[in-house]
């Protein structure tokens, strides 16, 4: 990877220079956490200590700020305990973030990741434009990764995501 990472909805001009280096990816997950655990404790996180990570941090820190804003907004009418885990195993980073809100219907599974596309549901009940999804999937795909979400209406949504360590 390396280069430009273009999106047409980022300002300016709808590209950035990737500023690829080595990181702490434990850190910036803890940084991305934060914030939402500042009253009460809405994100339980179990990480492993020290995970290195090659790629652009920037954009690493707003997929999963993205991912974590989504699972607390879509459970604001439910159960807000939200689970995120990263760990690092035999070269590969598995990460997962599971809330237990109001899930997305099979209908709707297959075009949450592209622009604007935003469920009845949510439309009705949360503010959104609906670029979110999209935008996480162009950072895990410039990072060679893979992203994939299983859901249950009522009952919780879980994203997974795969990045080789490198
Ligand atoms: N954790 C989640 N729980 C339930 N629905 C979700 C969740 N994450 C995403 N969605 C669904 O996918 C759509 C697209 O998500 P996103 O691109 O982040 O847009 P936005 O958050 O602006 O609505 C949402 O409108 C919603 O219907
Ligand atoms: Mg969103």
Do not use: W
């Not at 492993?48 to 604001?76: M, Q």
């Not at 305990?81 to 297959?110: C, F, Q, W, Y």
């Not at 949510?122 to 999209?134: K, Y």
């Amino acid at each position: 990877m390396g280069g430009q990472f273009s999106c047409k909805y980022l300002p300016p001009g709808g590209s950035i220079e990737l500023q690829n280096h080595k990181f702490n990816f434990t850190k910036i997950a803890k940084k991305c956490v934060s914030p939402f655990n500042k009253d009460v404790e809405l994100i339980e996180l179990v990480i492993d200590d020290e995970i290195i990570f090659y790629g652009s941090s920037l954009l690493i820190e707003s997929l999963i700020t993205n991912l974590l804003s989504n699972a607390v907004k879509y459970s604001s009418n439910s159960e807000k305990h939200v689970l995120m885990m990263a760990e690092a195993k035999d070269g590969i980073l598995n990460i997962t973030i599971r809330d237990h809100g109001a899930g997305i219907s099979g209908e709707d599974i297959p075009y949450i990741f592209e622009p604007f596309y935003r469920s009845d549901s949510a439309r009705t009940r949360n503010t959104g434009f609906g670029l979110g999804l999209s935008i996480c999937k162009k950072i895990v795909d410039i990072h060679n990764g893979e992203i994939s979400v299983s859901s249950t209406e009522g009952a919780g949504t879980e994203i997974k995501i795969y990045f080789k360590l490198n």
